[in-house]
Each structure stands twice: as C-alpha cells, then as structure tokens.
C-alpha cells in the first residue's frame, strides 16, 4: 500500500543447510522421514515428491517444523484481521510506549468502489461516483486528528488514551511468527479475491517472499484445491 511494507527477518527449518536462511525445500520430507529414522536417505527428487504428497493430502506436522519471521507495516484495520488467524505470535509496536507517526492509508480512487451486490462484506470493481469526495473527506479527517493527537500528547495526557483520536487506516507494525504450514493457510485464505483488497496485498507479497526460499513448496501449496 502507501506507506506499509512486509519484510521476510528469518525462515528457519529443522535441518542446517549451510545457508543465509537455514530451510531448504526438503525439510518437510526430511522431518517426516524421521518416522523412519531414515533422514537424509533419498535423493532430492524422491524428497521433493514426498513434500508435494504431504501438502497435497495435508499431512501438517512436517511444515509446520518450518517457522517464519516476519516484519509488516500495516494499516490498523488491516492488522485486526489479521490477528484473526490464532496461530500466530505477534509483537506490535504499542502507542502507550512510542509516538506513531503521521502515516495513514488512503485508497487509490479505483479502490473506492461501490458496495458488492453479492458479498454482504465486500466492495464491487465499479468506482463510486462519491471516491474523490471520500477520499478528500478521510485524508481531512486523518491530518485533523493527527494535529489533535499531537496537541494532546504535549499537554501531557496519557499516550494510551490519545491513541484513540487516531482511525484506523493508520499505520501499525509488528513482528510476525508462524510455522510454514499455517502462514500457508493464512495465505490461501488472504489472498483469495473475497478477502479485502488491502488484506490481498499482503498476502501475495509474503508468498512472494517465501517463493524464494522454498519455491517447490510454495508452487505445491498453490496447486492445492
């Protein structure tokens, strides 16, 4: 979006690869042929065909050995969706400790759309004859309560409370950790064309992001019905 971003700090699996970041597409074969006691038997084809079954027929626990870090830049709206998915840790920056930044979300006019005619939530790809008006109205909306927030916080009332004056579409960051198999998940259901737009964005460059660390995993997962 505007002013957010995702950063991938780490991918790590349960085997030393010799690399920058220690995962390698057959960690998951590897980590199920422990079963066995037979790890680091088979070539790396026979792994990558053992991934592609696990994934394919959700045998988790040998992906879920794999665990990311993640840093994302996130409108606040965003980021309550987010948290959704149960399976995560989260650490965020917190408003009570640190001054947030003058950073907010404004959609671009061809996201400020009409209500969908068929998903109680979602939003059509007709632009509203309104989206300047809207546009115009939030970014007042937001540069006024920033100014409010600012005031607030140099005549000393409490940062926990002057956080409220904020909206939503400003911007919060945290740090992200989650095993391979439920960011997968998560990415599955995020970037799906029902999920909102903004939550698609972040979806898509986190798979992005994995795609060049375990990109047989990543091609698997998306084949996956």
């Given at each position: ?28 074969a ?11 038997t088979?070539?790396?084809a ?14 988790t626990?040998?992906?879920?050995m ?15 969706q ?8 989260i ?24 209500k ?18 809207f ?19 140099e ?5 926990e ?5 904020l ?6 960051k ?42 047989n ?9």
């Amino acid at each position: 979006l505007d002013h957010g971003y995702v950063k991938l700090l780490n991918i790590s699996g349960p085997f030393h690869h010799g690399k920058p970041y220690n995962v390698d597409d057959t960690d998951p074969a590897n980590t199920a042929r422990m079963s066995f006691d037979q790890t680091g038997t088979k070539t790396r084809a026979e792994d990558l065909k053992l991934v592609d079954y696990l994934i394919t027929h959700s045998h988790t626990t040998p992906v879920e050995m794999i665990q990311v870090w993640l840093e994302m830049k996130l409108p606040i709206f965003v980021a309550r969706q987010f948290v959704r998915h149960r399976t995560v840790s989260i650490n965020e920056v917190s408003a009570r400790y640190t001054k947030l930044p003058n950073e907010y979300y404004l959609p671009d006019l061809k996201h400020i759309t009409t209500k969908s005619p068929s998903n109680k939530q979602g939003r059509s790809s007709e632009q509203h004859p309104d989206a300047l008006a809207f546009q115009t109205s939030l970014d007042l909306i937001c540069k006024r309560a920033y100014l409010d927030y600012q005031y607030f916080l140099e005549r000393g009332v409490a940062p926990e409370l002057c956080r409220t004056l904020l909206p939503v579409n400003f911007y919060t960051k945290w740090i992200w950790r989650q095993d391979l198999h439920n960011l997968l998940h998560f990415i599955s259901l995020r970037k799906d064309h029902h999920a909102q737009w903004e939550a698609q964005q972040y979806a898509l460059a986190i798979e992005k992001l994995l795609s060049f660390h375990v990109p047989n995993i990543i091609s698997v997962s998306q084949r996956k019905p």
